[in-house]
Nanobody, 121 residues
Framework: QVQLVESGGGLVQPGGSLRLSCAASGSIFNINSINAMGWYRQAPGKERELVAT?????????NYANGVEGRFTISRDNAKNTVYLQGNSLKPEDTAVYYC??????????WGQGTQVTVSS
């Protein structure tokens, strides 16, 4: 299996910023099978939704959900098997548990435990 550990969540005031990290671990074979990673979020009473994804290939290809591009940026550090989510100009509506996801070429998906982001004054 692939293990995903998120970090960086916390309380931030509206208009503030946070950077979330997701570190992947496991066997070299399993780590090398990952071809895409992403961030999802789930707010209270709502379904889990996509925030952003990035391909784990020679070149990065990113995808953002409607309404987040320009405020959220996803990036990667393949040497560290880590992806990041930078959030700026955060709004109360961004409050949610943020989950890291990894997809493999074998069509399996793995999820982290989530990290809480609360945007409030």
């Amino acid at each position: 299996q692939v293990q995903l550990v998120e970090s960086g969540g916390g309380l931030v005031q509206p208009g503030g910023s946070l950077r979330l990290s997701c570190a992947a671990s496991g066997s070299i074979f399993n780590i090398n099978s990952i071809n895409a990673m992403g961030w999802y979020r789930q707010a209270p009473g709502k379904e889990r939704e996509l925030v952003a994804t990035i391909t784990i290939t020679a070149t990065s290809s990113t995808n953002y959900a409607n309404g987040v591009e320009g405020r959220f940026t996803i990036s990667r550090d393949n040497a560290k098997n880590t992806v990041y989510l930078q959030g700026n100009s955060l709004k109360p509506e961004d409050t949610a548990v943020y989950y890291c996801n990894a997809a493999t070429k074998y069509r399996t998906r793995f999820w982290g435990q989530g990290t809480q982001v609360t945007v409030s004054s």
